[in-house]
């Protein structure tokens, strides 16, 4: 049974730092392609980052340069380094995977996701 479970999020002011991580069980990330999703109040959920097999790294524009995602195979695990946050970067965050990165970017429905982590930016 696959399963994601993310962590990390928390309540911060503007220009802070968290890392988010994912923990996945039931299958190795190492085979498939990662991803973080946001969803903020009121708004459709929008696509952040992937992560490939190869650890080739995709951005929204709206993350470029202050998000990082990474990835231990050795510990199955997921992760978002998130800088120089802002209030609209305020929302629940979820890890995707999928086979493919067109899958996870577009949220094919094959998709597995974790339940999320709040991110809350004050400023």
């Known amino acids: 049974q696959v399963q994601l479970v993310e962590s990390g999020g928390g309540s911060v002011q503007a220009g802070g730092s968290l890392r988010l991580s994912c923990a996945a069980s039931?299958?190795?990330?190492?085979?498939?392609?990662m991803g973080w999703f946001r969803q903020a109040p009121g708004k459709e959920r929008e696509w952040v980052s992937s992560?490939?097999?190869?650890?080739?790294?995709s951005y929204a524009d709206s993350v470029k340069g202050r998000f990082t995602i990474s990835k231990d195979n050795a510990k199955n695990t997921l992760y978002l380094q998130i800088n120089s946050l802002k209030p609209e970067d305020t929302a629940m965050y979820y890890c995707?995977?999928?086979?493919?990165?067109?899958?996870?970017?577009?949220?094919?429905?094959?998709?597995?996701w974790g339940q999320g982590t709040q991110v809350t930016v004050s400023s």
């Open positions: 039931g299958y190795t990330i190492s085979s498939y392609c």
């Open positions: 992560i490939s097999t190869d650890s080739s790294t």
């Open positions: 995707a995977a999928n086979l493919y990165c067109r899958g996870v970017k577009n949220a094919w429905g094959d998709t597995y």
